[in-house]
């Protein structure tokens, strides 16, 4: 079953395809930047929305409302979780293998877990698991 977000992002999506991505096809990217934001000023600034009773999103929005943190608190992982950082391109060396995870953990600590079974390990970042590793699989 589609969730209640399903039809706003259609909405969203038809509503930018048939106002901002008009035929022919932009000339560069410059010209496609240019119609995504003046379209985006109009859907954001001047075109009534039903879900927010008539109002506009900037009515709503105020950048000022957002609280950032400057820096994201250290994150403890789980005692007897083997900790690496990730290395440029996403490497990393667990129990003497070298292995590739995602580029974007690049300069993270992430998490390995020993499973129940022996050499397979799950890889975490933070509270998320990202995937499992074999490293029998890996001997090959």
Known sequence: ?????????????????????????????????????????????????????????????RASQRQYRETVEPFEYAKGDLIRRVQQHGFVSILGRKLRLCRAFAGKSVAFRPTAKDGLFDAWFRHQKIETIDLNASKR
């Not at 706003?8 to 038809?14: A, L």
């Not at 035929?23 to 985006?40: E, S």
């Open 1 to 61: 079953m589609p969730s209640a977000d399903a039809g706003k992002d259609e909405r969203f999506h038809h509503s930018l395809k048939a106002e901002a991505q008009q035929w022919p096809p932009f000339a560069d990217l410059a010209k496609a930047q240019d119609a995504f934001d003046r379209w985006g000023h109009v859907n954001n600034a001047q075109r009534p929305h039903d879900a927010l009773d008539g109002g506009v999103p900037l009515d709503r929005y």
